[in-house]
């Protein structure tokens, strides 16, 4: 069946790398996508990548997909303090209007 | 300007009570969502409805029950609530990208219902 996961917890000091890695099942996953989740806030989209891509940079977020070992990866470059927050893999394993299929959520926790 | 819109962000009501949650979106998309996020955070699709249709209904008590007045609105609205109701509930709207055959879906801020 179609399951994402996801390590629970990362933690990280200021200024280092933060690397968040992702495994899913259903390879005809057409699109990958990383959500932030603040305390008590919503779900904000940070980025997504086509199945087709293997990289995709976004000023300091940079997603790594490895679709053989249906592996995805999330580096955030320079982590700050508001960066803390729990980061949620997703995928989409249909057409347009399909659920998506979100991982367990990884707790990033960044000290100063 | 917000994207999508969720009323009320709180909700704090007794077992056995009826209550609706609203969201709205202002983004001209075709596809809504709701999905409940449990105490440990983990997000589970409930419905989507696409132009007013429903499309996806998951497994789901009856209690729980969507309407789509227009595409732009989606509410939820429960009876009988009980203990275990008592999560985050996300409203999601999303919007077919041309040729691509798939979609990205924005998120609301979220409703924090609480059964006591």
């Known amino acids: 069946g179609e399951d994402v996961e996801q390590s629970l917890f990362l933690s990280v000091r200021e200024g280092d790398s933060s690397v968040i890695n992702c495994t899913y099942t259903d390879s005809s996953s057409t699109y990958l996508y990383w959500y932030k989740q603040e305390p008590g806030a919503g779900l904000q989209l940070l980025t997504y990548i086509f199945s087709n891509m293997d990289m995709k940079q976004d000023q300091r977020l940079t997603v790594l997909l490895n679709k053989k070992d249906k592996h995805l990866s999330l580096r955030i470059a320079d982590t700050q303090t508001g960066d803390s927050a729990i980061y949620f893999c997703?995928?989409?394993?249909?057409?347009?209007?399909?659920?998506?299929?979100f991982g367990k959520g990884t707790t990033l926790s960044v000290s100063s | 300007d917000t994207a999508v819109s969720q009323t009320p962000k709180y909700l704090v009501t007794q077992m056995g009570n009826d209550k609706s949650i609203k969201c709205e979106q202002n983004l001209g998309h075709d596809t809504m969502y709701w999905y409940k996020q449990d105490s440990k955070k983990f997000l589970k699709i409930m419905f989507s409805y696409n132009n007013k249709e429903l499309i996806i209904n998951e497994t789901v008590p009856n209690r729980f029950s969507p309407k789509s007045p227009d595409k732009a609105h989606l509410n939820l609205h429960i009876n009988s609530l009980e203990l275990g109701d008592s999560a985050v509930y996300f409203c999601a709207s999303s919007q077919e990208l041309a040729g691509a055959h798939t979609d990205t879906q924005y998120f609301g801020p979220g409703t924090r219902l609480t059964v006591l």
């Open positions: 997703a995928e989409n394993p249909g057409q347009a209007g399909t659920a998506l299929i």
